[in-house]
């Protein structure tokens, strides 16, 4: 399966920048997943399989989306991964996550067993859910807790996504989060779903700290792309909609009708992702020497 | 971007039912005044809010009612307002409310229980209020989320006083969908606005599936949170394009008297 973009590239149909506006331009969602969900109430409840993952996209005029598995956020991060491999149809579109734990407890490999066997299957970004809330992975993200881990993913070159799963009014542990992106200044890290009422602490965060990149849709405040791109540029947003449980058409109006650019909307719209993520050759070549 | 989507609604007019205005000690809100409120309603095309201030809900109501009137003067072509009333002073509800519609433009009332100190709705102070309400034929729009009153209370309220008409705020999202739906047919004058639901997908397919579009509003709750992330959950939703009219408009000019001229 060939996940990258690379010659033929399914999210730069134009090469290079690509067009700024018109038909042309490309939409890659950072964080979308599949599978049949606990659920509840106030939600769509159904099983989403790839293909109607793509179904969606198709509907909304998405080009290509990151993929992990409901069943490693919602039971065990090693079956999902393993389940995502069977599951996803060798699609350029749908680019695998894989959920990923520390080591400590023997659910998970070592830390440089992990991002070989990420590289080995093409997947392009880790996610962590380390909040106490009991829809997260509960640990810590501390040092001591997930820094080899960490250390590992910043030399290979791989994404972290973090989401804290955060309920409304909540925010992030900044200070470990702090702590983290001090301590590894090559690893990208993609901060999910920060909501609406963060800006105090996170801009002061995204000030200091080059390697912090916020997800479009999670970012909900008032004429906050507006605000994020004058103080940040663009190149600190990624596109993402957390779907199923959130709306891709929602995140897609997001930022379509923010008064930004046409070059700054295609920047967040899958420019910078899509610099983010690893090369299919550097996967390639790095699975051939594992 | 793509300007024409074939799976995205294009309704012929957005009525925004639930709008805020000003600063919020909470959190920081970027161009949270008029004009930055106008200007993502141009961005994303809702023609008319109707708008209460944070000042009145959360610290002093008549400042708050009072940059709804500035703010009513300033674009009297988009906005329109609701009056808040704090219970905590219940002398100067009727005074209050009477002040406010000296104004045409004011033409709802929002009540926040929660903000003013978990005042219950049904309490004394607030009785004056749905009085006025109800000889005026006005809407109520109560904040309902985070617990708060019951749904029994709100049905209550809608029996004790059939001429008011009964908004839930955020569509009572933190209650079973099924028991909110079982309100809203039980009681003609009780309307759910949709901001807060919105944020998921799919719920806005749910509740119209369960309860027809005839008596759900838009709302976006902007400048509280990204007002796009709210209507662009609506306009890709698969519902039909005559129940996105309703909820997008059609419901709330009716209740608001807000139609085009």
């Not at chain 1, 967040?268 to 690893?278: Q, S, T």
Request: hydrophobic residues 45%; contains cysteine; aromatic residues 8%.
């Amino acid at each position: 399966m060939n996940v990258m973009p690379s010659e033929a590239d399914p999210l730069d149909p134009a090469g290079g920048e690509g067009p700024v506006a018109g038909p042309g331009v490309s939409f890659l969602d950072c964080g979308v997943h599949i599978g049949r969900r606990s659920g509840a109430q106030w939600t769509a409840n159904r099983l989403l399989t790839a293909a109607g993952l793509l179904a969606e996209l198709d509907r909304v005029g998405i080009d290509a989306a990151v993929v992990h598995h409901t069943l490693a956020r919602e039971y065990s991060p090693r079956i999902g991964n393993e389940l995502l491999a069977d599951e996803l149809p060798g699609d350029d579109r749908l680019l695998p996550a894989w959920l990923l734990l520390p080591h400590h407890t023997g659910e998970f490999p070592r830390p440089e067993e992990v991002v070989a066997r990420m590289r080995e299957a093409g997947v392009v970004m880790g996610r962590l859910h380390p909040s106490t809330d009991a829809a997260a992975h509960r640990f810590l993200l501390a040092e001591w807790v997930v820094g080899p881990l960490l250390d590992e993913l910043e030399r290979s070159g791989i994404p972290v996504a973090l989401d804290f799963h955060l309920f409304r009014r909540a925010e992030p542990p900044w200070a470990v989060l702090h702590e983290v992106l001090r301590h590894h200044p090559g690893l990208k890290v993609i901060l999910m779903e920060v909501q609406g009422r963060n800006n105090r602490t996170l801009y002061p965060l995204l000030e200091r700290h080059d390697n912090l990149y916020v997800q479009s849709a999670g970012f909900n405040v008032h004429r906050g792309i507006e605000d994020f791109v004058a103080r940040f540029g663009a190149e600190r947003m990624v596109f993402g909609s957390g779907y199923p449980e959130r709306s891709m058409g929602a995140a897609r109006f997001h930022l379509e009708t923010a008064d930004i650019s046409a070059a700054d909307k295609q920047r967040i719209a899958a420019g910078n992702l899509r610099a983010l993520l690893p090369r299919a050759n550097d996967v390639a070549e790095v699975a051939h020497h594992a | 971007m793509h300007d024409a989507h074939p799976a995205r609604h294009r309704p012929a007019r957005i009525v925004d039912a639930h709008v805020h205005l000003g600063h919020f000690r909470n959190f920081h809100i970027p161009q949270n005044d008029v004009d930055g409120v106008v200007a993502a309603m141009d961005a994303m095309g809702i023609d008319v809010a109707v708008v209460s201030a944070h000042a009145a809900i959360s610290s002093d109501v008549v400042y708050g009612n009072d940059l709804v009137l500035e703010a009513m003067a300033r674009r009297p072509d988009r906005i329109v307002g609701y009056c808040v009333v704090n219970p905590n002073y219940p002398d100067s509800v009727t005074g209050e409310l009477e002040r406010c519609f000296e104004h045409p433009g004011f033409r709802g009332v929002k009540v926040h229980p929660e903000l003013h100190g978990d005042h219950p709705l049904d309490s004394r102070a607030y009785r004056p209020m749905w009085e006025f309400a109800a000889e005026r034929g006005l809407p109520v729009l109560s904040h309902s989320y985070f617990g708060g009153d019951s749904l029994d209370v709100f049905g209550q309220l809608a029996e004790r006083y059939p001429t008011a008409q009964v908004i839930l705020g955020h569509a009572g999202q933190d209650f079973p969908m099924d028991d909110v739906v079982a309100l809203v047919e039980n009681h003609d004058n009780v309307w759910l606005d949709l901001c807060g639901a919105l944020s998921n997908d799919g719920a806005v397919d749910a509740l119209t599936g369960a309860l027809g579009s005839t008596r759900i509003l838009f709302g976006s709750d902007l400048p509280f949170v990204n007002g796009a992330l709210q209507l662009g959950t609506l306009l890709y939703s698969r519902l039909t394009a005559e129940q996105v009219a309703d909820i997008a408009y059609r419901n709330a000019e009716r209740l608001f008297r807000v139609a085009r001229r």
